[in-house]
């Protein structure tokens, strides 16, 4: 659970994914690192915001709860090897941690599940297997309350939709004039290839007419 919870662990691994992609990848992958990267840039701002105008105390903050640390190693992902310190909370956690909703873990998986979603959709929801294993985590550390992590499901989940509509919006608009060329093959930034569409179109269109 606190391996789940600690991002230094996996940010290694999730930047690999995201240069090979911009690198190696297509259009549709490049779109996708693009626009999540611009996605929790901007939800990380939205969660410092709601923080602190909500001001919740987390469960370590106000009763004692089971604490799980983790040794600091380097590099970060040699601590899944090494015995955590299991303790319960005290007065020295009060003031350690911001506070509780919304959960900027919760939000962060949230977001890139959402895009995983709607980008790749026959394996991409397979990341919100992610996503709930660190809610449940977050529980688990007392570092939220289970409200914490359902609503910010919801929120973070909304605000990811709101994001890609209007990215996509600016892609239609912004490429149609300045990038046509790319725009004549990607209409869209979540949708395949405009040729594979058309060829799907008529397919269906030949079965219609049989």
Known sequence: MAALSDSKIWEPLFIAIGVSALLLGG????????????????????TGLLKSAVDRHRPKQVEKVRMVQLQRTRPAFVTLFKKPTIRFSDSSDRNRSGPAFPSGHVTTNSVIA????????????????????????RIYLGAHWPSDVIATFFLAGGEALLLLGLFELIWRSAGRKWMPPVFAHHHSLIVGHASSLQSDSQARGSRHSL
């Open 27 to 46: 259009f549709r992958a490049r779109a996708f690192v693009v626009c999540l990267v611009l996605s929790l840039v901007i939800a990380s701002q939205v």
């Open 114 to 137: 959402v895009f995983c979603t709607l980008f790749y959709r026959r394996l991409g929801w397979l990341y919100w297997f992610v996503a709930v294993a660190v809610g449940y985590s």
